[in-house]
């Protein structure tokens, strides 16, 4: 059973950038027969995609997000992360990373709040 | 954009419920997907491919589709299938887009 765990600083100050890592246990991104992908959920909101990975780095964002975010993978490590910069108040959210399977979102982690503040 | 019906959805276990989706963009019935979240948890896959159940998903789940619209009916409602439900559907365009999400509450 494949299991993915977010892991980051619950706290960023405005402006600075988030970085966030998503572990995953029980298979392998080097296997190359899925996405990774990053996700969003705004306090009492719906679901925003953020982007997603493959095991040779390639990407594909949300186009709303493409100038702040960068994705990156590192398979000797089975762990994949996320960059978002100039973080503002507007982006505080609990952060998912999920498997892409089948044109779907299969496996999620627990999520990560992160919240925004000075 | 995903557009979800209705906002809330109020009934009794035992009952059936059905959730309705409707894209603003046409693609094929493949790239629609449903989740179950409940609170506090991460969103859980129910169905793929518009009628596909995802592993482990009991059978009362059951989803249908067509290229601008997406139905999920839940027969025989059980006390833990009340929650928000939420279609997605992916385009080369937009990535993964999802609905503003149905909640399904007890009458």
């Known amino acids: 059973q494949v299991q993915l765990q977010e892991s980051g600083p619950g706290q960023v100050k405005p402006s600075q950038t988030l970085s966030l890592t998503c572990s995953v246990s029980?298979?392998?991104?080097?296997?190359?027969?899925?996405?990774w992908s990053w996700l969003r959920q705004h306090p009492g909101k719906g679901l925003q995609w953020l982007g997603y990975?493959?095991?040779?780095?390639?990407?594909n964002y949300n186009p709303s997000l493409q100038s702040r975010l960068t994705l990156s993978v590192d398979t000797s490590r089975n762990q994949f992360f996320l960059k978002l910069t100039s973080m503002t108040a507007a982006d505080t959210a609990v952060y998912y990373c999920?498997?892409?399977?089948?044109?779907?979102?299969?496996?999620w982690g627990q999520g990560a709040l992160v919240t925004v503040s000075p | 954009v995903l557009t979800q019906s209705p906002g809330t959805l109020s009934l009794s276990p035992g009952e059936r419920a059905t959730l309705s989706c409707r894209a603003s963009?046409?693609?094929?019935?493949?790239?629609f997907a449903w989740y179950q979240q409940k609170r506090g948890q991460a969103p859980r896959l129910l169905i793929y491919?518009?009628?596909n159940r995802a592993s482990g998903i009991p059978d009362r789940f059951s989803g249908s589709g067509s290229s601008t619209d997406c139905t999920l009916t839940i027969t025989r409602l059980e006390p833990e299938d009340f929650a928000v439900y939420y279609c997605?559907?992916?385009?080369?365009?937009?990535?993964?887009?999802f609905g503003q999400g149905t909640k399904l509450e007890i009458k």
């Open positions: 999920a498997r892409v399977g089948a044109l779907a979102l299969d496996f």
């Open positions: 963009q046409t693609v094929s019935s493949n790239y």
């Open positions: 029980g298979g392998a991104i080097s296997s190359g027969s899925y996405y």
């Open positions: 997605q559907q992916y385009t080369s365009s937009t990535g993964y887009i």
């Open positions: 491919g518009a009628s």
């Open positions: 990975i493959d095991y040779s780095g390639r990407t």
